[in-house]
Nanobody, 117 residues
Framework: QVQLVESGGGLVQSGGSLRLSCAASGSIFIFRTDVMGWYRQAPGKQRELVAAMTGSGSTNYADSVKGRFTISSDNAKRTVYLQMNSLKPEDTAMYYC?????????WGQGTQVTVSS
């Protein structure tokens, strides 16, 4: 089971950008069925999927972030990124990295993103 460490969160004005990073302690995307994803949870709301990427390279985005967020990876660095552009106040949340590698699932500790209006 890999350990995940997120970074890159912070306070940004509406319309701004941030790039989140998720560093894994072990190899990622060994199998085509492996999945790395970003979730977020705002106060009083359920955790929701923001973006995910599989070992085959396919990606999936929540409708609310399509066209604004991009998930990518650097397998050599064992890192997954979430580029967030045109941020809105409703994007404010704790963002978590998730790994589903083989039969194991892992979560990071989260990084806070706050978008001011």
């Amino acid at each position: 089971q890999v350990q995940l460490v997120e970074s890159g969160g912070g306070l940004v004005q509406s319309g701004g950008s941030l790039r989140l990073s998720c560093a894994a302690s072990g190899s990622i995307f060994i199998f085509r069925t492996d999945v790395m994803g970003w979730y977020r949870q705002a106060p009083g709301k359920q955790r929701e999927l923001v973006a995910a990427m599989t070992g085959s390279g396919s990606t999936n985005y929540a409708d609310s972030v399509k066209g604004r967020f991009t998930i990518s990876s650097d397998n050599a660095k064992r890192t997954v990124y979430l580029q967030m552009n045109s941020l809105k106040p409703e994007d404010t949340a704790m963002y978590y990295c998730n790994a589903q590698l083989g039969r194991a699932a892992s979560w990071g500790q989260g990084t806070q993103v706050t978008v001011s209006s």
